[in-house]
């Protein structure tokens, strides 16, 4: 009697809590939901125990849904018919059982919780999910092959890599530095397989081993698509997770992935959909159910713990840019998008500006750098000496004695050096040079870097310069700087007040005021075009040019040229100009 009324004061304690943290009302009415107040998933019951204390009972009670939510030690049993909820309360309310050596105490509830989340039962398009792909025993030599044990790896898990070091920096591999350890041939078995599945791939070359210890996970993240081709495969070891799959259009999908499960990753899944694992030690159970003829996956309040995870992901190198048709996440398609915005803006405010002031710009020009008769002096007759971007021809020098080549895109400037030099005249431009690999003794770059707009023509124009020149060759480089202190550009009384921008090929400028400090990397420098008559320079101007300069910060071009193929061997600053000499190994 005692011990009843007891239990009757803990249900009314338990029954203010409820309402208070769920607002849910516990009522002395019978109905079909029942909360049991002192068991749940913190005190480890599980619906395999309810299921038990169920069997009991004859004619079994059917159960429609049990909700045991994280955290709680209580949970909800909803029931399909109040008789059969009735009999359950009587047989077990205040009675050791259910897994527990305290009495269990329960009370009807006028309502449930109602968290779970319904999605979509459809997996992405390209996912394909092998249940049973390996035995159990081929799953033990595989975890005992791939099991590690080392504390100074990722912070939020460990990592091995097979084929090529998976860089997490840029999420590539350098194809240029394989590993000496190639993928085991342990996993051979899983191409044999695969093609028995009429799955169409090919035999990867990089591995990447991942291990998981409860708590752990994987951001959200798309496998990078330039470095790697169109399968990725993931063999799931020891424990089964969750895998979150999101798509930009909102979509989001959990995968249950279960162990010895072979996860194949091709198309869509592949290439426009994220995936993750959530740093958790547990997983939702996750249901499919039927509602109105459709099938959705119910992401129910019921939990399982993870175990250590071992995954096998399997990739194939690619080489060269990813050409695929989902340009979402593809990395490939962002740069070919900017390199096409760059070269337009290059061509509107490079190019066609040029072409336009060849005869007025070539009037300004005369002498050849006193930078360039030194840089060629030494040059032994009979060098070849390239001139890229060579402008009018004022650097080509009166010798007879070399073969002396001038590249220039613009063709009123080229037709100018075709007329007053003796060099050999190609039109192109520095990306394009027509030109033999490796055939240049010297190359002479002079002011022309700066009119790339991206760092990444920046350094292919300097690749370019090192593919032409002949090993133990030299190239003077010279670009405008952004400091312009050194130098008499600037006109003492004029200060920069620089507030306009332009808007060029879709992006915003700033235009630069003539003789006046730089206060931006990226600017367009207005010409004042005169017209020419007769040699000389008509007074009145009549329109204003813009010409886009990237000028350069101290120490930008040397670092430009690293890591491609030349070493710099001087590098100054000269009348306004950053300059390196730098020679190919
Ligand atoms: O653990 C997994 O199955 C996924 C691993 C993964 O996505 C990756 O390494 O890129
Ligand atoms: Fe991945
Ligand atoms: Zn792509």
């Known amino acids: ?235 799931s070891l020891n424990s089964s997770v969750v895998m979150d799959w999101k798509h930009h259009s909102k979509a989001y999908v959990p995968v249950v992935v279960p162990s010895r499960s072979l996860l194949v990753m091709q198309a869509e899944a592949r290439y426009d959909w994220q995936h993750g694992i959530q740093p958790r030690t547990w997983d939702p159970i996750i249901e499919v159910r039927k509602i109105d003829n459709g099938l959705v996956k119910v992401i129910t309040s019921e939990t399982k713990a993870r175990g250590t995870r071992i995954s096998l992901t399997f990739r194939k190198t690619r080489q060269g840019p990813c050409n695929c048709c989902y340009e979402t996440l593809c990395d490939s398609r962002v740069t070919a998008d900017l390199d096409e915005v760059a070269s337009h803006l290059e061509d509107l405010h490079v190019h066609q500006v040029y072409e336009q002031i060849a005869g007025h710009f070539s009037s300004t020009r005369h002498k050849p750098w006193p930078k360039v008769v030194e840089f060629l002096q030494d040059i032994p007759p009979g060098s070849i000496v390239l001139d890229l971007g060579a402008g009018n021809g004022k650097n080509i020098l009166n010798r007879n004695d070399l073969l002396q080549v001038a590249c220039e895109y613009s063709a009123g400037l080229l037709s100018e050096c075709r007329s007053v030099t003796r060099a050999c005249c190609v039109r192109a431009d520095v990306l394009h040079a027509p030109l033999c690999d490796c055939r240049a003794d010297a190359v002479l770059c002079v002011a022309v870097i700066h009119h790339f707009s991206t760092y990444a023509r920046r350094r292919q124009a300097i690749a370019s310069i090192a593919r032409l020149l002949r090993p133990g060759g030299r190239a003077l480089v010279t670009v405008w700087a952004k400091d312009q202190s050194k130098s008499n550009y600037l006109c003492k009384d004029k200060v920069n007040t620089e507030s306009d921008t332009y808007k060029t090929a879709g992006i915003h400028l700033p235009v630069h005021q003539n003789r006046t400090q730089f206060k931006h990397n990226d600017v367009l420098v207005p010409w004042k075009l005169r017209k020419v008559k007769e040699n000389k320079l008509e007074n009145e101007s009549s329109q204003t040019l813009l010409r886009y300069y990237h000028v350069f910060e101290e120490h930008e071009l040397e670092e430009l040229c690293r890591n491609q193929g030349v070493v710099v061997e001087k590098s100054f600053y000269e009348e306004g100009n950053w300059c390196v000499i730098c020679q190919k190994i």
């Not at 209580?74 to 009735?86: D, G, L, M, N």
Request: proline letters at 5%; glycine letters at 6%; charged letters at 25%.
């Open 1 to 235: 009697m005692d011990e009843l009324r007891k239990i009757e004061r803990k249900k009314k304690r338990f029954a203010v809590r409820l309402k208070n943290s769920k607002k849910i009302i516990c009522t002395d009415i019978p109905g079909l939901n029942i909360v049991l107040c002192n068991v749940g998933q913190a005190t480890g019951f599980k619906k395999n125990d309810l299921l038990l204390m169920l069997e009991k009972i004859t004619p079994t009670p059917i159960v429609l849904k049990f909700i045991a939510e994280k955290g709680d030690s209580h949970c909800f049993i909803v029931f399909s018919r109040i008789e059969e909820a009735k009999i359950f309360y009587d047989t077990y309310d205040g009675t050791l059982s259910g897994n527990s050596d305290v009495p269990l105490y329960m009370c009807f509830v006028e309502s449930v919780p109602n968290n779970e989340i319904i999605c979509s039962s459809s997996n992405p398009e390209g996912l394909t999910l092998i249940e049973g792909f390996i035995t159990e025993d081929e799953e033990k030599q595989l975890y005992q092959l791939f099991d590690w044990i080392d504390e100074s790896n990722l912070k939020n898990r460990q990592v091995k890599h097979y084929g090529y070091e998976f860089r997490y920096g840029s999420n590539d591999v350098d194809l240029n530095q394989p590993l000496d350890e190639k993928i085991p041939q342990e996993c051979e078995i899983i191409w044999k397989r695969l093609e028995d599945y009429g799955i169409n791939f090919s035999i990867p070359d990089q591995l990447t081993v991942n291990k998981y210890s409860p708590g752990q996970g994987i951001p959200s993240h798309v496998d990078k698509h330039s470095p790697f081709g169109d399968t990725i495969l993931s063999l």
